[in-house]
């Protein structure tokens, strides 16, 4: 089955305390991304992968970092979480073409709460 | 200002009524996206347009390039459409949301 699977699922954790959320594909494809999603503010892109190695930042990337060491796998990393990133976290994945226009796939979501 | 905008915010319907969400973007776009993310949070993609319309069964997709303006149309609505509807517009690597419409369809 065809799935975009991220854990944990949902995540509490303190001010400092570095974590980690992973998400990995199935589906062979290029482009993966992350994102997260606030009540008002609606989904905001964080950072994004084109390939293995190639990675960008999006439009919130302060405070996170990404890794794409291997296609299917693009972890999420922040290394001193603090509460203003407490938030709904979503992976998706597409594959890509010059214009972007692959169909995105999203796991199923990480809720992190950083107290 | 967002680059996406979304109308109406909340939008709630008797079953069968015929709905249309818009969606106005402000940057030059590749594609435009449509999604659905139903109150378990879950997001699933329902169509990709860069012109033209597309149907996929009750919901009807179209876009007008110049005018940088989208619509999803549902047909015959029911209360499982009930969800939040999102337009994402792709702007070289990137992808720009909306805020969401939330939809309510009573039975």
């Known amino acids: 089955e065809a799935q975009v699977t991220q854990n944990p699922r949902y995540l509490i954790t303190v001010t400092g305390k570095k974590l980690t959320v992973t998400c990995s594909q199935n589906m062979n494809h290029e482009y993966m991304s992350w994102y997260r999603q606030d009540p008002g503010l609606g989904l905001r892109q964080i950072y994004y992968?084109?390939?293995?190695?190639?990675?960008d930042k999006g439009d919130v990337p302060e405070g996170y970092k990404v890794s794409r060491k291997e296609k299917r796998n693009f972890p999420l990393i922040l290394e001193s979480p603090s509460p203003n990133q407490t938030s709904l976290y979503f992976c998706a994945s597409s594959l890509w073409d010059p214009r972007n226009t692959g169909e995105l796939f999203f796991g199923e979501g990480s809720r992190l709460t950083v107290l | 200002k967002n680059e996406v905008e979304q109308s109406p915010q909340n939008l709630t319907a008797q079953e069968g009524e015929f709905i249309t969400i818009n969606c106005s973007y402000s940057?030059?776009?590749?594609?435009l996206h449509w999604l659905q993310q139903h109150p378990g949070g879950g997001i699933v993609s329902l169509f990709m347009?860069?012109?033209g319309k597309k149907k996929h069964g009750r919901l009807i997709a179209t876009i007008n390039i110049q005018e940088k303006h989208s619509s999803l149309h549902i047909t015959a609505s029911h209360p499982r459409d009930s969800a939040v509807y999102i337009c994402?517009?792709?702007?070289?690597?990137?992808?720009?949301f909306g805020t969401g419409t939330s939809l309510t369809v009573i039975p």
């Open positions: 347009l860069s012109s």
């Open positions: 994402a517009a792709t702007k070289g690597n990137q992808f720009y």
């Open positions: 992968s084109m390939n293995v190695e190639v990675t």
């Open positions: 940057v030059g776009i590749s594609a």
